[in-house]
């Protein structure tokens, strides 16, 4: 028995050195959350007893989908594959289905109903004396979800032994808006060229978007607008329809509807027709007909996003009708085929000259109660355009009788693009538990856009992707994090950015304790050190004009007022901020009197929104004792220092994981590091210019002079040209 | 005993088992021929005894990616690590180096000083009573190509058993032309967005770059341009010449050097200069202090390619100077570090009305010894622009004084796209082979250009790119093959273009005879296919305007007279054809005497180039017998025939490869078969209106209307757009 370890060890090592020697296939980032490694052989033995074999359909694509992906899932996970079985044969089954479709399933008599057809339970059951686990959907798509979540009970280490999971989406639409141009460039992206290939389609259907596919139902997405608010109309063309139904067939077994941005000024521009009248019959006939066309390709098609009457875009104002005749119109032509119009809510005017902070709130106020059913009117998170902290937007809650979409950006146009790292989990979730007050105490945000406070059953959550060509979908690691923790306050954004910044480190990294937990504390702390470096105390709109790159709080190039960051920060000899209180814009008032009257006091309002909201002197005192002027230098500089944290947060962590994503991060970092010195440097050169005031002691004054910040220029920035 | 087989067998199959189920990493073509994916038992059997240990020495980067390369390659083929050794202790070993670095090389006093830095020996030799394998170079990188010469012969299934290589490059400069801007787009690119990520450099140096040099360095490709020829001057700014050091750094131990293209401008664009005169003082001063700028961070810096005077761009005809004052102004800001000026010869203008084929040659043949000694002139294979088949340039052979540079696109630009499968081997190989007759005999296109035919030191190929950031680099699996060929045939221009392809199809498919035989009789088949059903019988640039796509003979929509089809094949009512005979433009005349005379000769002209050199009537009576009108719709008809050929040949290899590239071939056969239609039937229906004839019994009619032909419109075509 000697010899034979002997020579079973001399095989084991032969064995484990090809085992190494397969290809090498470097960590790149194109898994994502999905990766399905190997578990622990410690981990992987807690779950073998309840991974016996898997009872599944396999007669809708949806069926199929799912049972590929637990395959997928718990063979790269527990390095066996699962035997299929009709019957329970064995203790440890995996039961998946619906009720509909399975008599097993149906004599558990589980309590389905309540939860919708997204919706699932996952519970270990009793089946002719054996153990096993039940996902049970509402429809196959909710059992997809079901797998996907039962999946990430393995990916992060948890107990499988004692389920009993029910879980829905409290929000309908769950919608990433992809800001793709049909020549493949992205607008605000960040991480390469558009993942679609539109001239190849619809012949060729790269296997990616299978993934994109995977990806999004794994954390519940259940929409895409696949192209920018701002192209053309060509995607209208019979031409492009039939691209956009081939992405629709490769997405629908994941549940996933597709939508398109459409131009308000489509009839005109392809239709032939020499008005775009929202009130004209043959305007209305037309976009009718396209919707029949459209639905006869693409049954399940979701509807139209649009912007109109917003920087430039057309829409129903220029024929002097209102946005909701415009969103109307468009729900009428959509309505006899169950699609829906998002219309959003982000206009200004540079010919009203009150503040912008106020026009979309005036503008769509009026019109509460005048959309049709199948109208969502589609809010940015705050009254400005994603900086990295606003105030909620004055929208939410003001508006019952109309279902209100929260819009956030998940790509990083104001937070470092591809190279910060900063998860946005904090930033969404601040804005979701904001309390509007509209009813009373507990009137989150989340419950407007949910539809639980005004009992609307239609809602929706978009998320203005970051997703590109890069092998790495999202243009870094960390970015992925941003997709994720989208999807999952999108099913439900009552849950703690925290706890899904966890499940995803799991599931992206490494379960190991010593690599987890200090990587989200960093993530949890990131979006702060931002709003530090680049625009603490309510400042916002600092960066630079058009690219939005980097640090011009200086910038007065831009044509329009409310482009400049000057007219944001309004820094003067005297103070700096804008007021917004009843003694200036009285921006307040369109929030709810208590709301209203906490923020129009400068001594209640939360330091994180003074100057948003008050223009304020350097010399005021702040909760800490210390002058603004002290303590907007001391944010500046606590910026700097938190990445200075992070790395060496990180640079400690080298090793738990592979050496090519480690490798990225850390030079990332470095990229960050070097930019929020470069963010503090120039604000606080250019402020201090203004505020006149010494540096506080202790605090470096800038690498640089003013005039060298001011003297920089940024051809090619990635995510905006002049298309 | 029993028992412990039985032990093993179970283990054996569990191991077996892991094996199978490491995540499956699809055969996505980035691996390109450089997979080195297990060989079969049987094959690789007959190299583990030549393959027992590896001796190199790692003291410089070059040695140190020769040695990585050795084990990856033959880790990865024989499925067995390779131990390294000091010195030859087994049967076996393979020994790498130079003379200079290796004592144990020195003393076999191999001849390899005449092969030059560049060459190499892989001999059978005898250390110390052992058979051993020396891979020996002239340099570093003379082993480095040597040991990717070796590799290759394991790839493509070769004995190693008696080996006596001796190999060295005939053209000294083998460049890749990339046609990148910096904002990620490329001019006339089918494989996605650039893969230089300009902004993330030079911090973030990404992997791709390092395997893009690997690629490289085993075709033997030893300069890179990094930019596209009609870019601006962003890229001399020290902002860009820092992540171009960055790029140079990762592409140096693969022994590629960078180059630029540089716009000549520049001094006014970012010097400040008032002119760009060539022979204005400041003008010269600023182009020597941008080269040292340049050399200071880029020590081994290649040179510069230059497009002046020619479609727009600016070049010393703006001050009324000679290319031979511009091209000699920057060789002498060069010159002092070793650099070269590569300039194009690609000019027409639309100011001159004569035949534009004839320009490039009246334009530079009179400055034939005006050059400095570090310039080549950079001349496409034929004298119009990349079409399908032409003649090849008069330029070569005709300027004894001066080397000739060939450039070949790569990018199928005229040829498909991404999605036809057009291996562009047989069309070098035609241009390469051609006899300028210039000294007789036997002066071939490949003598010129490999310096022999005149004894120039200088010689080089360019090849403009087609790669991209596509995950397979080229848009296409077959593409790949395009970029291999063409370092190949600049390594050497006699190859036989069908050894290459079976070379390519062995290393990035399969060795199986099964396989390789009807496919590399596809790629063989396949360009002339594409003249076939685009542009048979001496006919060119009948594409459409602008992007290039598709079928457009009628079209007159350019602004200029040169650039609309009907400029080109002047059909009328009696024929068509553009006649360059004694009796037309006479650009026959810019041949050497025995080619002008063929040419002039409507019976001698090879029927292949025809229509390019005579206007020939519709009834002339053609070798075949059949008339012109005739053999042109049986051409047309002939090449839709072979592509269905090559689809039905595909159909029967399904299962020789993985699916994934199987099923991509599949599916772009299938586009290239529906565009071949579309261009026959256009072709025919348009030409059959001025030729005014029936169709020729058997023949299919257009499926449709010329109308409908010409109806099409093509937005968001790739490659193209107006910048």
């Known amino acids: 028995m000697k010899t034979c370890l002997r020579i079973l060890a001399v095989f084991t090592l032969t064995l484990a050195t090809l085992l190494c020697m397969a290809p090498a296939h470097a960590e790149d980032g194109y898994e994502l959350w999905l990766r399905y490694h190997p578990l622990t052989p410690g981990q992987a033995v807690l779950y073998r007893g309840h991974t016996a074999e898997l009872i599944i359909g396999s007669t809708t694509p949806t069926q199929i989908a799912t049972r590929n992906e637990l395959q997928r899932g718990l063979s790269g996970l527990l390095g066996q594959d699962l035997p299929l079985s009709e019957t329970v044969t064995r203790d440890g089954a995996i039961i998946v289905g619906t009720a ?4 097993l399933i149906a004599k ?3 309590d389905i109903q309540s939860l919708g057809s997204d919706g699932y339970v996952i519970r270990n059951v009793i089946v002719d004396g054996h153990p096993a686990t039940a996902i049970v959907g509402g429809s196959d798509i909710g059992a997809l979800y079901g797998s996907f979540h039962f999946l990430r009970l393995l990916q992060t280490g948890q107990a499988i032994d004692h389920l009993d999971l029910h879980e829905s989406p409290r929000i309908k639409l769950r919608v990433l808006d992809h800001w793709d141009y049909l020549n493949g460039q992205i607008e605000r992206g960040y991480a390469g060229a558009s993942i679609w ?10 296997p990616r978007y299978t993934d994109y596919a995977r990806a999004n139902a794994s954390i519940g997405i259940n929409g895409t607008v696949l192209n920018d608010v701002t192209g053309g109309a060509t995607i209208l063309t019979t031409t492009y329809l039939q691209k956009v139904a081939a992405l629709a067939d490769v997405f629908r077994p994941y549940g996933i509807r597709v939508y398109l941005s459409v131009r308000f000024s489509a009839p005109i521009e392809i239709g032939g027709l020499k008005t775009a009248d929202p009130l004209d019959p043959q305007v209305r006939a037309w976009w009718r007909a396209k919707a029949d066309e459209i639905y006869q390709l693409i049954p399940d098609f979701g509807g139209f996003l649009v912007k109109a009457d917003s920087e430039g875009q057309p829409g129903p104002q220029d024929y002097k009708r209102t946005h909701a005749d415009g969103a109307n119109m468009l729900a009428d032509a959509l309505a006899p085929h169950g699609g829906i119009v998002m219309w959003r809510t982000f206009v200004y005017s540079q010919a009203n000259k009150d503040d912008r902070a106020k026009q979309a709130y005036e503008e769509f106020k009026p019109l509460d109660g005048q959309f049709h059913a199948n109208v969502l009117l589609q809010t940015k998170n705050g009254p400005i355009d994603f900086q990295p902290r ?5 929208l939410f809650g003001a508006m019952p009788k109309t279902p209100l979409m929260m819009e956030f950006e998940i790509t990083k146009e104001y937070l470092g693009f591809a190279t910060h790292l900063v998860y946005l989990g904090p930033l969404y979730e601040e804005v979701l538990s904001s309390d509007t007050m509209e009813r009373g105490m507990g009137s989150t945000v989340a419950k407007v856009i949910d539809g639980s406070l005004e009992g609307h059953a239609l809602s929706g959550m978009a998320g203005d992707a970051n997703i590109g060509a890069d092998r790495n979908w999202c243009g870094s690691d960390f970015n992925q994090a941003n997709w994720y923790v989208f999807g999952r306050l999108a099913w439900n954004p009552t849950l703690s950015s925290r706890a899904i910044a966890e499940e995803w480190v799991r599931m992206t990294f490494t379960n190991n304790e010593a690599f987890v937990k200090p990587v ?12 530090d470096y680049m625009t603490p105390l309510g400042l916002l709109h600092l960066m630079g004009p058009g690219h939005h790159y980097g640090p011009a709080p200086w910038d007065a190039s831009e044509s329009e007022a409310d482009w400049r960051p000057v007219y944001y920060h309004r820094a003067d000899r005297q103070g700096i901020g804008f007021d917004r209180s009843s003694t200036g814009s009285n921006a307040v008032a369109q929030y709810a009197p208590a709301i209203a009257a906490q923020f129009n006091d400068m001594a209640q309002t939360p330091e994180r929104f003074l100057l948003y909201f008050h223009h304020v ?6 909760r800490s004792g210390q002058t603004l002027w002290y303590e907007l230098v001391a944010h500046y500089t606590q910026g700097v220092d938190d990445v200075k944290q992070m790395r060496a947060t990180w640079s400690h962590l080298h090793g738990y994981i592979d050496e090519e994503r480690y490798q990225q991060v850390a030079t990332f970092l470095a990229i960050q590091e070097k930019e929020a010195q470069w963010w503090r440097d120039a604000c606080i050169a250019y402020f201090q210019s203004i505020s006149g005031r010494p540096l506080p002691p202790g605090y ?7 005039k060298y910040y001011e003297s920089l220029t940024f051809p090619y920035v990635p995510g905006y040209s002049s298309w």
Not at 390 to 394: A, D, K, L, R, V
Not at 700 to 706: C, E, I, Y
């Open 100 to 103: 509909a479709s399975s008599p």
């Open 520 to 531: 989200v504390d960093m993530m949890m702390g990131s979006r702060e050190a931002a709003v």
């Open 197 to 206: 290939d539109w001239w190849k389609l619809p012949d060729w259907r790269a």
């Open 390 to 394: 606003e105030p909620f937007h004055p």
């Open 700 to 706: 470096a004054p800038p690498q640089r002079s003013l």
């Open 108 to 110: 558990l008599r589980l």
């Open 617 to 622: 002197p350097w010399d005021y005192r702040m």
